[in-house]
């Protein structure tokens, strides 16, 4: 006969319940966050470079990408935030 | 190049860290206290704490560490426990104050700057401290603040994280798992407030709860799928890791992650669900997709040789269940893209994923590597793995979906 689900709870057989989920990707950090950023940033201006030379159409677009990503790691350097929630 | 410019990147695994007031703002007074809140605890006290091996002496600072407090039980990791049992050199530096984490990862406002930069227009979110499936509540005593708990939860990602964009995220909701009929009221309260899918734990046996093939969910699936909404299953949510041979690396572990959705794929084609439930879908979060061809030929290969004497289905094959109910989604799975893999897993049931704010995650060349990964597949189907197969299964505004003639951004 099939249990309920408080038996399945509250049973003697009850299995122990993990504290915690297992997953093991660590939380992109600050410091890894800005690591990338720094150089995304640089591959991009490299990028642009060439770009005003060779292909003037991508311009635009990549100028609006390295605003965002300046924004971004401005935004980073704001340690208080989360404490201010 | 496949990915066009104009078609919408969504991914269908992404997480929040919830802020130290999800809970405090939204529990009754009488429950403050014993609700989930925030403690600061001087780093020099917390190797009283069982932290399960962590060697957080190594990590005193001067700053106090911050953990959640839910009724007496401390919770180890404010972002994800992720790190439970390993050695130090074997993970990267956790934050352990919010103060230390990117301000996407809790702020709806700042993820979309993130998003932005990624390529990334819509995300469905995940939780972290209640756990991949919000399970958190299971481990509660008092099940009155439990359920307040999961309400509290799922409020939020309703009216304060999706209301801040309700056009790029996705409102995923959690179940108070531990009662049917609260799931089911649950349910219906929550598609009221515009919910457009629902977690459950990949191996709900693991945590005490009926598993696919008894009785006590099929009221919940019957909401579910009269709502027409999907349930979301995250690898790891169900509470169990594969399990790693004594004095294995931890690489054999994070190898074999997918193992758990294949398992679970496994027990729902063999299961009684999708049979008695012909309108259900289920998301399969996290766990890739290179995978889902083998396991189907598999299962379709063990169906034609031993149903006779089983109480399984004897007229529809494994694959057709899968094919017709369930889909995957990937952050990098190259063979699963190859021609003639993909259209086996079904170019119907792929969807993409960014997995931020996990260091997993190709943050910000999201959009770059997806553009990438696609240059050998047609245009539909790009669009379909990026983003018509999400506004499709999660009924996300499909009439918002990318267009050729959409300024792009």
């Known amino acids: 006969m099939a249990k309920s689900i408080d038996e399945h709870l509250f049973g003697d057989d009850r299995h122990e319940i993990v504290a915690d989920d297992w997953d093991d990707q660590d939380l992109l950090t600050k410091d890894e966050a800005g690591q990338r950023l720094e150089a995304t940033i640089r591959a991009t201006e490299a990028e642009l470079e060439q770009a005003r030379v060779s292909a003037p159409q991508r311009v635009p677009q990549l100028e609006l990408f390295l605003r965002r990503a300046h924004a971004a790691l401005g935004l980073y350097g704001n340690g208080e935030a989360g404490e201010t929630k | ?409």
């Open chain 2, 1 to 409: 190049m496949p990915l066009q410019p104009w078609m919408k990147l969504l991914s269908t695994d992404d997480h929040v860290i919830e802020h130290p007031k999800v809970w405090t703002d939204r529990l009754p007074a009488k429950y403050q206290d014993l609700g989930p809140h925030i403690v600061e605890l001087d780093p020099r006290d917390v190797g009283q704490i069982n932290l399960a091996g962590m060697d957080v002496q190594q990590h005193v600072q001067a700053k106090p560490i911050q953990q959640w407090k839910y009724e007496d039980r401390l919770y180890p990791n404010i972002g994800l426990n992720a790190v439970a049992g390993k050695p130090r050199e074997e993970y990267g530096f956790d934050p352990v104050r919010f103060d230390e984490m990117i301000p996407g990862c809790y702020d709806p406002v700042a993820r979309l700057v993130d998003m932005d930069l990624d390529g990334v227009w819509g995300a469905l979110n995940f939780p972290s401290f209640a756990r991949f499936a919000c399970t958190v509540f299971l481990d509660g005593k008092d099940k009155e603040l439990s359920l307040l708990g999961v309400q509290a939860y799922n409020d939020w990602m309703l009216d304060e994280w999706c209301a801040a964009a309700p056009d790029r995220y996705v409102p995923l909701m959690g179940l108070p798992y531990w009662d049917e009929e609260l799931c089911v009221q649950e349910v219906h309260r929550t598609m009221a407030k515009g919910a457009k899918a629902f977690m459950f734990p990949e191996g709900p046996s693991n945590l005490g709860l009926p598993s696919f093939f008894e009785e006590g969910w099929d009221r919940l699936w019957s909401a579910i799928e009269d709502v027409g909404a999907p349930v979301a299953m995250h690898f790891g949510g169900g509470g169990r890791a594969p399990q790693a041979a004594p004095g294995a690396p931890l690489a054999t572990v994070i190898t074999t992650f997918s193992t758990n959705s294949m398992a679970t794929l496994t027990d729902l084609i063999f299961s009684p669900v999708f049979h008695k439930h012909p309108k259900l879908k289920v998301g399969l979060n996290e766990g890739g997709i290179g995978w889902i061809p083998y396991i189907l030929e598999r299962a379709d290969y063990v169906w034609e040789r031993h149903r006779y004497y089983q109480n399984v289905n004897q007229t529809i094959r494994p694959s057709e269940l899968y094919r017709k109910h369930v889909h995957g989604c990937y952050i990098a799975d190259d063979f699963g893209l190859r021609d003639g893999v993909r259209e086996t897993i079904g170019i119907d049931n792929i969807t993409f994923e960014s997995d931020y704010p996990h260091s997993d995650s190709n943050w910000p060349h999201s959009r770059k590597i997806a553009e990438e990964t696609m240059l050998h597949i047609p245009d539909d189907e790009a669009h379909k793995i990026a983003e018509l197969n999400v506004r499709r299964l999660y009924n996300f505004r499909p009439e918002e979906a990318g267009k050729p003639t959409d300024p792009v951004a």
